[in-house]
């Protein structure tokens, strides 16, 4: 199944907003409704491919000349246009098919891309790779105007190897996180990997973008997971990972994680693998602020024992009840303060102990158990903030998310800095926004900010959100932030992300891509400004 091409996910699974939160939206933020109802699919007048005769041969030739590899009609490009950030679904509703591919490729193996990219390189033709089209930065459409090839890694879908007795495993990259699941749990193992794009975002993605999943305190990032990777370019093949950890110079998988494409396709990774666990469970903390929230999950984080999932979300977001999106209008937290999060998966015995010592070091810090049934509905309601999303721009409302992550010591001023950035911004273009934040990822070191930002859209919706997003982005490296802690670059965060690498940085990323991309057109003004 494709994703909705004007919204998250599975068209079924959509859910019209129940009338409390509609009120709310209306009474608080001043939300009218929309005046022009979104574009239908088949509404939208795609103008022709502007693919040359030759370069379709080429890449005709570079798929074992399949016409069904080879796709330019109206529907599929359509669905391979940008991703899933507010803008690109505003951008989509209103039909706005600007950056649609002249074609889009789908290969089925390692040969196949690097033929493709060869191609690609022979006629000039910019290509950006697209696995479950799931970017919320700006990641896949080219920044600059030009015909251009969407590689759909679909049928890259297969699992290679898996070596019980080192544990791990190798992948194609357009496996989706759902697919590579249950192979893996067919062996008895799971990657343990989950963010909330879990249900469309594909493995490629997630090292590309150094993905972060909501079990990442138990399990680590995407990129800790990664051993190995295989990566095609216009000049060859970067073969990296030879052993888990090596001493042979720069580690070059660290410079293919968090490439996005910019320096080659992804074609296979390999990943640590655990046993699938035998015992989940999540249950609730209350904290009578977000300060001592936070407080406890840095002791948890530096001290231990720490567990597979631990999430605090702030006191407006508890209000609301963000954190369990399918309760949202039908059981508004009243309780004051701050809801935590916290789960454990492993074995009985593991899982007991690590609960029993986590209780102890959440009551010492203040915090009051609030048993298992706030955990287990964030569980079950964990993929369903982005339907949420849809309803709310269904309902008018603009909503969109945005996260950083710092030191332990800079969580407070960074917290700070961005919420009122946010709020001044919005507030002055007369729409006062809600915004909510909530910690889901946690270090020794450090901790990652997750924003919600919920107004009125305003005049020009797309406008009036790039007006805050850009004082949000100033406000994060004004306080010592990141400008991503696991979204990506894309375009939305690239000069940022500039400004943050610093002047020889980027030179040294230009010169890479210079070398494996030499005409500059592996997704061009994605993560780099173009040339």
């Known amino acids: 199944m494709d994703m909705l091409w004007n919204g998250w996910g599975d068209p079924a699974r959509a859910t019209p907003l129940p009338d409390t939160v509609t009120g709310l939206l209306r009474d608080l933020l001043g939300v009218k409704p929309r005046e022009a109802a979104s574009v239908r699919l088949t509404e939208i007048d795609v103008p022709p491919s502007p693919l040359a005769d030759a370069a379709h041969r080429a890449l005709l030739a570079a798929v074992g000349d399949r016409e069904d590899r080879v796709r330019t009609d109206a529907e599929t490009r359509i669905r391979h246009t940008r991703g899933k950030s507010t803008p690109d679904l505003l951008r989509m509703r209103d039909g706005d098919v600007t950056d649609t591919p002249a074609a889009v490729v789908l290969p089925e193996s390692h040969d196949e891309v690097v033929a493709v990219?060869?191609?690609?390189?022979?006629?000039?033709?910019?290509?950006?790779?697209?696995?479950?089209?799931?970017?919320?930065?700006?990641?896949?459409?080219?920044?600059?105007?030009?015909?251009?090839?969407?590689?759909?890694?679909?049928?890259?879908?297969?699992l290679l190897d898996l070596d019980p007795v080192s544990?791990?495993?190798?992948?194609?990259?357009?496996?989706?996180?759902?697919?590579?699941?249950?192979?893996?749990?067919?062996?008895?193992?799971?990657?343990?990997?989950?963010?909330?794009?879990?249900?469309?975002?594909?493995?490629?993605?997630?090292?590309?973008?150094?993905?972060?999943?909501?079990?990442?305190?138990?399990?680590?990032?995407?990129?800790?997971?990664?051993?190995?990777?295989?990566?095609?370019?216009?000049?060859?093949?970067?073969?990296?990972?030879?052993?888990?950890?090596?001493?042979?110079?720069?580690?070059?998988?660290?410079?293919?994680?968090?490439?996005?494409?910019?320096?080659?396709?992804?074609?296979?990774?390999?990943?640590?693998?655990?046993?699938?666990?035998?015992?989940?469970?999540?249950?609730?903390?209350?904290?009578?602020?977000?300060?001592?929230?936070?407080?406890?999950?840095?002791?948890?984080?530096?001290?231990?024992?720490?567990?597979?999932?631990?999430?605090?979300?702030?006191?407006?977001?508890?209000?609301?009840?963000?954190?369990?999106?399918?309760?949202?209008?039908?059981?508004?937290?009243?309780?004051?303060?701050?809801?935590?999060?916290?789960?454990?998966?492993?074995?009985?015995?593991?899982?007991?102990?690590?609960?029993?010592?986590?209780?102890?070091?959440?009551?010492?810090?203040?915090?009051?158990f609030a048993g298992e049934e706030p955990g287990e509905r964030w569980a079950h309601g964990r993929y369903s903030a982005p339907y949420l999303r849809d309803s709310l721009l269904d309902a008018g409302a603009l909503a969109e998310t945005l996260e950083t992550a710092t030191y332990w010591s800079r969580v407070p001023a960074l917290y700070t800095a961005v919420r009122d950035a946010l709020t001044a911004t919005l507030t002055e273009a007369g729409t006062p926004p809600l915004v909510m934040c909530h910690i889901s990822h946690v270090y020794e070191n450090g901790a990652s900010l997750y924003f919600t930002v919920v107004s009125a859209q305003g005049d020009d919706a797309v406008a009036h959100w790039t007006r805050a997003k850009h004082a949000a982005n100033e406000a994060i490296l004004a306080a010592g932030g990141t400008i991503t802690h696991h979204h990506g670059v894309g375009t939305d965060h690239r000069d940022w992300y500039v400004r943050e690498a610093g002047p020889l940085g980027v030179e040294a990323l230009r010169a890479v891509k210079r070398r494996l991309d030499p005409d500059g057109l592996l997704n061009p003004g994605v993560l780099l400004p173009s040339d």
Do not use: K
């Not at 896949?140 to 890694?153: I, N, S, T, Y």
């Open 117 to 158: 990219l060869r191609a690609c390189a022979e006629h000039r033709l910019p290509l950006v790779p697209f696995g479950g089209g799931t970017s919320v930065v700006g990641g896949l459409a080219p920044g600059r105007p030009a015909a251009f090839v969407a590689l759909d890694l679909r049928h890259m879908n297969r």
């Open 167 to 368: 544990r791990t495993a190798t992948l194609q990259p357009g496996l989706r996180a759902p697919e590579a699941e249950a192979l893996l749990a067919g062996h008895g193992y799971t990657l343990g990997h989950f963010p909330q794009s879990y249900e469309w975002a594909t493995l490629g993605g997630f090292a590309a973008t150094r993905s972060s999943g909501q079990a990442s305190a138990g399990y680590g990032r995407f990129d800790e997971m990664v051993l190995a990777l295989t990566l095609a370019t216009p000049e060859g093949t970067l073969d990296t990972g030879r052993a888990p950890r090596s001493a042979a110079g720069p580690d070059l998988r660290q410079l293919v994680l968090g490439s996005e494409g910019a320096f080659g396709v992804i074609t296979s990774v390999t990943v640590r693998i655990r046993p699938v666990p035998r015992v989940r469970r999540y249950e609730g903390w209350r904290f009578a602020s977000f300060a001592d929230g936070t407080a406890a999950l840095r002791r948890l984080a530096q001290d231990g024992p720490r567990p597979t999932v631990l999430r605090l979300s702030d006191e407006t977001e508890t209000l609301i009840g963000l954190a369990q999106p399918d309760a949202i209008g039908t059981a508004l937290e009243q309780s004051a303060g701050c809801l935590a999060v916290v789960g454990f998966e492993g074995t009985e015995e593991d899982t007991a102990h690590r609960r029993e010592g986590a209780a102890a070091v959440l009551r010492a810090s203040g915090g009051t």
